[in-house]
C-alpha cells in the first residue's frame, strides 16, 4: 500500500480514501495526554489512544511528531493520560487549539504535580499516569505504550468528550 517512505502510490488512493471515509464516521473519546521531562511540562488533546492489552494492562497514546508534548515526551519516562467530560470542554479546547512552543497552557487551568511529578489537571473527572515502555515511530505519529501504573476513577463519567466535540478546532499545530 506505501513504499518505504509512507507515500501512497496511486492504486492505493481509492483504499485510502474508503478508509477516511470510514474513519469519518467515528465519534471516538479524546483525551488530554500531559508529561514532564525535568523542569518542561506539557500536554495535548489526543484522539489517537486506545487499551491494547488486559493482561498485562497496556495502553497506547499516538502523539504527532510535530507536536510540543511529543518534543517533551520523547524525553519523559511516563505520561498521564486524562478523560474529559463534556462540561470540561473549554479545557479540552486549551490543549487542543493552543501550543507550548506559545503559551504556559497550565498557567491557565487548575492542576496540581501527581505521580512522578506529572501534571494532574484538576477538572478531569478521571486520569492515570503509565510508564512509557516503548516508541513506535507510525507515519506522522509515535505511538507510546503505556504500563498503567496508578490513577483516579469516579463511579461514572458521564458524557466524555468525543472526536465530534472538537472536530472544528484549528489545532495548535498541524498533525
Known amino acids: ?3 518505504r517512505t509512507g507515500d501512497i502510490d496511486a492504486t492505493d488512493r481509492d483504499a485510502c480514501q474508503a478508509f477516511e471515509d470510514v ?3 467515528l ?6 495526554v500531559t508529561t514532564r521531562s525535568e523542569d518542561e511540562m ?3 488533546l489526543v484522539g489517537f ?3 491494547v492489552s488486559i493482561n498485562p494492562p497496556r495502553f497506547l497514546v499516538g502523539l504527532s511528531n510535530k507536536n510540543h508534548t511529543f518534543s517533551v515526551a520523547s524525553h519523559a519516562e511516563r505520561l498521564a493520560v486524562h478523560i474529559l467530560t463534556r462540561d470540561h470542554v473549554a479545557l479540552a479546547t486549551l490543549f487542543g487549539a493552543q501550543t507550548g512552543d506559545e503559551i504556559d497552557k497550565f498557567a491557565r487551568c487548575d492542576w496540581h504535580p501527581g505521580p512522578h511529578g506529572l501534571p494532574i489537571l484538576d477538572d478531569s473527572p478521571a486520569w492515570f499516569s503509565g510508564r512509557i515502555l516503548e ?5 506522522d505519529h509515535v505511538a507510546f505504550l503505556l504500563a498503567p ?3 483516579s476513577a469516579p463511579d461514572d463519567l458521564g458524557q466524555l468528550v468525543t472526536f465530534s466535540d ?10
Do not use: I, K, W
Request: proline share 6%; net charge negative; aromatic share 6%.
Open 27 to 32: 465519534n471516538y473519546p479524546m483525551f488530554v
Open 42 to 44: 506539557s500536554g495535548c
Open 1 to 3: 500500500m506505501a513504499d
Open 23 to 25: 474513519v469519518a464516521l
Open 135 to 139: 516508541r513506535l515511530e507510525l507515519g
Open 166 to 175: 472538537v472536530r472544528d478546532l484549528e489545532p495548535g499545530h498541524e498533525a
Open 149 to 151: 501504573e496508578t490513577g
Open 49 to 51: 489512544a486506545s487499551q
